[in-house]
């Protein structure tokens, strides 16, 4: 099972959405069967059939055994990740475009960035997954508390010189090409933190 795995297909975007199959794949962090579902989430066996049916055919679980009990053959599934991502490619034809209106100082231009690096990434580990190869990423993330609104612009003053720097010290013509992102949003309370 993967940490995380990203939908690119609107079908299954949709069947992941719903609310009991949403439930399904979180049971299935743990492989179970349709019995053992049935009694976690309180609807008959058919019905969850049905929905494991639904993910199965859509890549969202997998088979990993099956029982002989009498004359019945209990399966066995298992969620293929912990956590899943829709990409934008689900909503291709209304997928935000960062190159429609590109503004450094605008979170909404922000967000059209994040979605594009989800669809990419997530098309890089989907091919990545069939041939069994890694992929070469690197990210960092870390939190910046800033005394004063002009120490914020200041950081990001200095923070896109020492960027441009790199990006003309290591940039080449030739060699694969990478993208760069980086962002400076403030950051939510986590609801640990919301409690102290």
């Known amino acids: 099972m993967h940490d995380v795995a990203v939908i690119e297909d609107p079908a299954a975007a949709e069947i992941s959405l719903d609310p009991i199959r949403s439930r399904i794949l979180a049971e299935l962090a743990q492989p179970g069967?349709?019995?053992?579902?049935?009694g976690k989430i309180g609807l008959p066996r058919q019905k969850i059939n049905y929905h494991l049916r639904t993910l199965e055919h859509?890549?969202?679980?997998?088979?990993?055994?099956?029982?002989?009990?009498?004359?019945?053959?209990?399966?066995?599934?298992?969620?293929?990740?912990?956590?899943?991502?829709?990409?934008?490619a689900a909503l291709a034809a209304v997928a935000p475009d960062p190159g429609r209106a590109p503004d450094r100082l605008s979170a909404r231009w922000l967000l059209a960035l994040a979605a594009r690096?989800?669809?990419?990434v997530g098309t890089l580990i989907t091919g990545a997954d069939r041939t069994q190869q890694r992929i070469a990423t690197y990210a960092v993330d870390a939190e910046i508390r800033f005394a004063t609104?002009?120490?914020r612009a200041a950081f990001a003053d200095e923070l896109t010189t020492a960027v441009t720097r790199l990006?003309?010290?290591?940039?080449?013509e030739t060699g694969r090409k990478h993208r760069l992102v980086v962002a400076v949003h403030p950051a939510l309370d986590s609801a640990a933190e919301q409690d102290h």
């Not at 599934?77 to 934008?88: E, F, G």
């Not at 990006?167 to 080449?172: D, E, F, K, L, M």
């Open 58 to 88: 859509h890549g969202l679980v997998r088979l990993v055994e099956e029982r002989r009990k009498g004359n019945v053959t209990e399966r066995l599934l298992q969620a293929t990740a912990a956590s899943y991502v829709i990409s934008p």
């Open 167 to 172: 990006v003309a010290r290591y940039h080449t």
């Open 33 to 38: 069967s349709a019995t053992t579902l049935a």
């Open 149 to 151: 609104p002009d120490d």
């Open 117 to 120: 690096l989800v669809r990419d």
